[in-house]
């Protein structure tokens, strides 16, 4: 399939209620994990690279670059340093319909 055809789909599908509301429930890992990922990649590093900066093993930052796991405070500002970064966390207001 096609990145044209997978956004196709998925649009698609973000017409159905059950859909929409799954996905946007997941908006916040996949924000996380898209931040990771994200931070990983500036720093020019792979998995295994910042596993070894975390003592950790690859397969847990997979785990967390997939949104699977909710990471810690803790776990983030590891990750930050590992990559070269500064973790900020913020609280954004929710728009009112």
Do not use: C, N
């Amino acid at each position: 399939m096609t990145g044209s055809t997978l956004d196709g789909l998925h649009q698609e599908w973000l017409k159905r209620p059950g859909y929409k509301a799954a996905y946007d429930a997941l908006e916040e890992e996949f924000g996380i994990a898209s931040a990771l990922i994200a931070a990983r990649a500036r720093a020019g590093l792979t998995q295994e690279q910042v596993a070894e900066r975390m003592q950790t093993t690859q397969t847990v930052i997979a785990r967390l670059e997939s949104g699977r796991a909710k990471p810690s405070t803790r776990t983030l500002e590891r990750f930050a340093e590992a990559t070269g970064s500064r973790l900020r966390i913020l609280f954004e207001p929710v728009p009112v319909w």
